[in-house]
Each structure stands twice: as C-alpha cells, then as structure tokens.
C-alpha cells in the first residue's frame, strides 16, 4: 500500500518534471528527483507503455560519441482541454503534455450582458470541436478554466464576476456537464492562472516569490510566495487591483470605492489620460494609445506616464511586501509597461526600502496572452501529473476506446458518448 | 540511517507537539502524529530520560475513572536565552519548553545612538545573569533574539536599524560571542517574530494566514501565508509599514519617502495629531493620548479616528492582498486599535471585496509586549525541536556537566567556560 503510494507519486513527479522541461536525459531525472537511475529506467518504461512520455535520441548535442537517450512528453498523443473566459474573448484550446498549445478556437465577447447559458454554449461547443479533431488514439486527460473574475476553490463557482455582473454561478459545474465527458472542470482567476503559468514556463522560471499583474479593463494579481501561490484562507487572496493608492482624490472603481490601483491604471484610466472619446474601449484603443508614443506623440506618452506613476506607487507597496524575485506585466500591462517604466522605476527607487530593492527584476510576460490559458491548461494537468496512470488507465480515446496503464488497449462501448467518427 | 532520521523526526515532533500545547495524552498525540500508541510511549520515553517531557496524572479531568496520562514539557528544566531589542526597551529572558517566561531582566533604552557594542554588553551581561540563575541541572538549549530593523536571514547581521542608524552590523554574531555558550543566536525581525508567537500562542491560534501588525514608533508587520512566516526572496518581505497611503499630501517617513502607512499611524502622527508638543515621544506619552480618549476627551479621540482611518486603508490593502483569517494589531496598536476600531472598520467595508471581507476576523495581540521576546523564544527551541536527543546530549547543563541523551550524566569539565558556583 505505502509502496504504491510512493510508486503513484515517482511517477507523477517523473511525468511533472517532464512536462515542465520538454526534454530531460535519465541522468538528470535521476538527479532531480534523488533516484536512482535503474528506478528512473523503470519509471519511464511504465510511463511509455501508458502512452505518456517517449524516449530518443536528442535531435543535436553538440557531443561528439553516442548521445544518451532524452525522455519527452507524448504531447500530441496526451492533452487536455483548457478554456478561457477573459474581458474581451472566450478562448477553448487542446493544449498537449508539455503545455504546448496544439488547436485553438477564439470567438470575441461583448463586455456585458452574457449569461452563463451563453458562455458555456459556445465554450463547450468549442471543446467538442476541439476533442473531434484531435488525432485517433489520443487522451484527453483533464479539463481547466480560465475566468476572469473571483473563484471559489474547488468547485469552480465564480463568486464574483464583475464586468459579467455574475454572482454565485456554477461555471465549472455547468461547463463540465454541458462538455459532457465525465470530466470534471476546476476554474481558476485568470491572474493567479497567469501568474502560474508564467512560474512555470515565462519569465519567472527559476523565481521563488514573483507578482503577476495582469491588466485587462482593471487589473487583476497573482502572487507566488515561496513556489505556491498564495490563495488565503479562502482563495480570495492576490486582488492587488483593489489597493487603494489614491484615497482622496481617487477614480471611481468598478468595485464601487475610489482610488484602487485598477481604477488608476486600468483600461479606461490610459484611454481617459490620452483625451480619448469616452466610448472608446478594448486592446485596440489602448494598443493605439501605445504605437502613438512609440511614434512620439507626447500626449500620449504623457498618457503612459501618469498611468505609470501609479502603477509604480502599486507596484513598490507591493515590492516592501513581498520581497519578490521578479515583477512581471501581463495582459494589457504587457502593452502598456514598456512606455511607463520610468515611473515605475522612480516610484521603485523612491518608495522601496534598500535591501529588498537589491534583487528585484522588473519583466513583460513572456506567455502573452496565452499566460492565463496554459494556467488554466495546467489546472486540467494537476489530475494527471497527481496519478498518471490512474488516469490514464480511466481516460477515453480518441476514437471512444479507453487505455489500460501497460499500452493495451480494450475495446468497450460508451453509453452516451457521442461514437468515434466514420 | 534512514531509520534514525525517521526517528529523530518523530521525536522532534513529539516535542513540538508537547512545547506548543502545553499538555497532551498519548492518544491526542497518537492522533495529531498518525502514529500507533506504542510508538508515542517508546517516544515520550526517550524524550522523558533525556529530561524534557514528563508524564502525570492531569490536575482535573472532570471524569470519573482513572485519567490517562498527560504528556508536559519540563519547562524548568529546558529553557531558552530570548533577547528583544525593542525600540524603548532591551528584554532578556530565560524561557521554558513550552514557551514560559521563567525570569527577565530589562533596561530602558534611549531612542537613538546607542551602538553595537553598548547593545550587546548589556543583553550579554543579562544572558550571564539569567544563566546563573537557572537552577541546577537546567539546560541551555539555545539562545534567540529580536531586533526592530531588517534581518539577513542565516547570520543575525542587522542589514537596516532605521532607529539606531545601524547598516550591517553583525549583532548574532557578536552577542554569541559574548555570551560564551558556544550556541549560535539566530536573529529576527520583531514583527516577523510577534507574528509567529500570536500564531503560534496568541490571538491567531488555528488561522493559517495572518496578518500582525507592530507599532512601535513606525509600524512593522509580520505576515503568515498557508502557516508559514513570508520572507520573500531575501528575508525582507512583509513591510507593511512602507506601504504607501498617502502618496501626495504624506507626512515623512524616517524611510526617506512620504505617506507611508507608519508616518500616517505611528507614534509620531497620533501625537501631532493629538496636538501634544513635539519633544513628547515614547510609549506613555501615546497612552495618555488613549486614557484622554476614553475618558471623554474630543480632540483625544478625533486624533484616534484620524489614525484609524488611515491605518484602515492599510489594513483593507492587506485584506485584499492576503484574504487573512485574522489581522492582529500589537505593539503599540494593541493600545491605540480599540479608540480605532470604528473608521478601520468603516474602510474595510469600503475597499475589501465581499467574499474576501466573509471570514476576517480583528483582533488585538493577546501576547502584548511579550509576543517579540516569546518569538524570540521560538527562534531559539527550533534547533532542539529539530534534534531533541542531539542538542540535549551536547547541551551543557547549569552546573556545568554535559547531560547524555538516555538521562545518565558524565562530569565533563569545560575548558573555557566559566564554572559552576559554589
């Protein structure tokens, strides 16, 4: 019993590593994980008959003599499907072990008005295109989500969903019965699925303590402490938008107070800053905003300016907090950072005390935009870096046939399910 | 070797067990540890002939039938040299397994340029005293200490003592030194250190995130994240106190900046507030501002709003950040929160998010003035709760014996070191 216990966590901790790095000789997963390499031989060989890793021949080593063997993830052959909700787009993706995005459907959201029904309608239409197109003989392991907005942990229901106006609904639940693949579907803010994401594969690889801001209409966070994220007792934690920076002379936030940092440096704060019409909104006025000083027009570098010196009072409180490694600027920040980081700086050196300013790396998301969607696809991974072969094992093909951990295969029917095309 | 690592372990956290609860059966911890009852009794053996823990009779079970056994540190047997440099004050104390404040010493300190030097020579000719106090066969089991500055993590050097001007002294290592116990003294910032005793003692029992807040003459914070101290990259996270506020009509911070969350709150700011003269500092100047207040005084408790207010922006920031179970305000907040309480609640309701405002609870310390020194306390046991048998073993007893894990003892003078009296 404890023997299969630690047998389940090896291999999940081999296939983890895997996923994270593309590539790793037995040599180096024996050293990561403190294994021996005839046990890491045995583990990969487990992993290769359920169809989740493969072993070769690295393409260049730049090595004269016989290379040794690479163990890499099966990314084509395992995948889950991941879903975003964001301000401006719903997103669904079949996203391969490994984390690489492989089929993507992308349709655009009005700001307002949409009701769930709606939302999981075209979400869950898009997953059943995307799970048919997938190759014969291919597994879908897990499912994850992206929304933008307060999530409950555990069941997926978004507490709080404010440019929606959703409160209390059953997002989760309802996208995983309308998918209708027996799967379940875990929901996660889309800034602290960012901030993951970029923890494990952008530009904070390597970081303990790192904050993600991740900017749409207002400005959500992500926070790592110590490799985890920090979630709070409720996993309500990280709302670094709603830091009140400007208290007295504040602007109206959409959470009803005045002065938090999103209202200072949101969308609308930029657009307003660079005398833009009132009903001018979205990426492509804000990305206007930005080519506008790139080509030195000096109100809207003006713009960028103001926004920054807010963003920069944020961003040293949070500094003197959290003693981070490394700062990075997501979603529209990703845009908007590059022209107002000189007033990110001065605010930095002005306000953050001398030694925790020693170390700390100011960076643009290196995921872009598909930060919060490979966050979500790493929530759809957590079942099946936790017990690869159990899943697998239980897992459906492809073509409606279900996998047995060894690489055999039975054929069995299942009821319900839409059949494997001609 | 495996096995004597496992058993170590167990008793490390037998005892951890026992220190942090005072009194536990040997079922409560058969159950806490996941382990079967023989192997506690083999533990609590093995702990009881190294001579700290005992088994007895519980005073008052309040049931009939004979009581089983209780588990208790022997906290005048085992103790800890605790040190807290405050801004006002210097504490020695020697503290019992368990966390029980046995005897102390205290000095006043004056507000500014007191250097490394005149510091240790006091704390160290404490330390000596206490020591000789102890009664005979006591242990020494370790030595910790708190300073109101920013620690490097690992060595005790003082990296920033805003209050005495210190940069870079290296006050763990030169107070070891002059104690002559040949045991290190591990460092630690007061709040970081008040926070893991109200956690761990005080008023933020059972949460796993927490906030403290410190006021002394500025305010520090210690700030607990899924039950673990937040250091950040360096060690030098958790500065509440340098949160900007007030970012363009602030008062000077002694940071260098302006509106920090400590120039609007600290000592300084009540007492301005309060219209006291400007040459009135410390620590009863603050509670007369507070006994005026509550005994009816205007413009006494207008100053206590005042404060309130901005120190509720501060703690709505926090509550955002952090979804804490609990905020704590000691130090001098202990005194100042209540004639506070009411604008600090009114911002909460103003600039938390809903589900985020669900759970959290405010508090004052239930520790006091003591939670630096019983944190100090902590830093100092952590070496004997990792290694029970091996510390005690070395450990050199009151009357200047060497005790033997298993309870025999060996003369063993020490060369060096002063005797034992007479």
Redesign the interface.
Known sequence: MVQEEIRRRNLGALLRHVHLDGSLSRAALAERMGLNRSTIMALTAELTAAGSVREEVPTDTGRAGRPSLVVRPESTRVYVLAFDVAVDWLVAARVGLGGVVLDRRWAARPRAGADLDRVVEVLAGFGRQLHDAAPPGSVCAGVGASYCG?IRPGDGMV??GPDMGWVDQAFGAELGHRLGLGLPVPVGNEAHLGAVAEHQRGAGVG???LIYLHGDVGVG?G?I??G?L???????????G????????GRPCG?G?HG?LEAEVGERALLDAAGRPADLIGRDALRAVVGDADRGDVSAQDALHRIGDWLG?GV??LI??????VVIFGGMLRDVYPGAAEPVRARIA???????K???RLRTSALGDDATLVGAAELGFSRLLADPLGVLAGAETRDGRRRRAGGRRVTRPVAGRPGPPA
Chains 1, 2 share one sequence.
């Open positions: 307060m507490r709080f970081f303990q303590n966070g926070i402490v110590g985890k920090l979630d709070g007792e409720g996993g309500y934690g990280c709302e670094l709603h830091m009140v920076v400007n208290p007295y002379a959470c107070s938090c009072i040293a409180n003197n907090l959290f003693n981070p490694g002005r306000h953050v005390l001398p030694v925790a020693e170390r700390v």
